[in-house]
């Protein structure tokens, strides 16, 4: 049987599955109280991934956020639980960030990845963010260099069009592997 899932913005009463991802996916980024500050903030953006096994109960296997600060939408997060990698969760998450900072509108998307994240650096590059520059010592545990990226004309037409063709094949994609999108809202 196809596994249902859909994006949707993350709410309070998903806090402890928000925690429990983060560290997971993150090694413990953020604390309880800052994504509910994240979830009340209108400057922030905290998309969620959820699916649902065969009773209905949910399970939260990616997360997403950005903030808007003037026209930028600064990319704070983007994880897929470890089990559901590489199946194209992360760019379809990454894909929805992006069509809401286009609605919002900003104008540019911008975020930091550790150099040796060359999974992430693929996926970023695969929508169009460059290599900006380079924040030395950025992380402190492990310690390591950030690359700082950059998309910008996020209102450019063939960029719309690409991230919907984007969506529309790794949906597919999805399907035929045996997921379901039950929403997209
Ligand atoms: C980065 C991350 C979100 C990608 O999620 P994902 O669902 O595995 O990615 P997708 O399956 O959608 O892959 C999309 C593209 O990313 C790139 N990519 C993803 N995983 C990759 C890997 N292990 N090696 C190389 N490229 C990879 C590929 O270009 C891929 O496109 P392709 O499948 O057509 O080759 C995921 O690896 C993750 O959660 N990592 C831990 C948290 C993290 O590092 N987040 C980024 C912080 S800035």
């Known amino acids: 049987m196809a596994i249902p899932f859909q994006l ?25 109280g800052a994504y509910e500050r994240e979830i009340n903030s209108p400057n922030s953006f ?13 399970q939260l296997i990616g997360i997403g956020c950005f903030w808007a600060i003037l026209e930028e939408a600064h990319i704070t997060l983007l994880g897929i639980h470890p089990d559901y990698q590489r199946q194209g969760l992360g ?4 894909c929805r960030l992006l069509e809401t900072a286009i609605a919002w509108p900003l104008e540019r998307a911008t975020l930091e990845v550790r ?6 650096i693929a996926l970023y590059q695969k929508l169009g963010f460059e290599i900006a ?10 310690p390591e260099d950030a690359l700082i990226l950059w998309r910008s004309n996020l209102d450019d037409p063939q960029f719309h069009q690409q991230l919907k063709d984007y969506q529309q094949q790794t949906i597919q994609s999805l399907l035929t592997n045996g ?6 809202g």
């Open 91 to 94: 760019k379809l998450l990454l």
């Open 133 to 142: 520059g380079r924040r030395y010592d950025y992380y402190p545990v492990p």
């Open 46 to 58: 905290l998309l969620g991934l959820v699916k649902q096994d065969d009773y209905q109960n949910e």
């Open 115 to 120: 150099v040796s994240n060359h999974p992430a």
């Open 179 to 184: 997921w379901d999108v039950v929403q997209s």
């Open 8 to 32: 949707e913005p993350l709410q309070t009463k998903q806090l402890e599955q928000i925690v429990q991802l983060d560290r997971i996916c993150f090694g413990g980024l953020w604390t309880k």
